[in-house]
């Protein structure tokens, strides 16, 4: 338990922090599965529009400091190689 105020206000801080990271990392994470959903049923048309939604999300999420750029541009680039690989280009 926190003692001093300060340490108060960084446990209330922290808790928003949390939540709001934790909502980011989830439309990520969903955005991600339906872009591999379309790509596993050879949908790679549809795949590269959900492609352009779920790389803008990822930018929004770095954007905001909730997940590291480098760790972004690495998971769109990865994201491009399993379209590429799937036949789109």
Known sequence: MAHS????????????????????RGLIRTSRKKFTALLSQGKTDKAQTQLQETVGIIHRVARKGILHKNRAATTISRLHQQLHRAGAS
């Open 5 to 24: 105020k300060s340490a108060r206000k960084r446990v209330r801080q922290t808790g928003k922090r949390t939540l709001r990271s934790r909502h980011y």
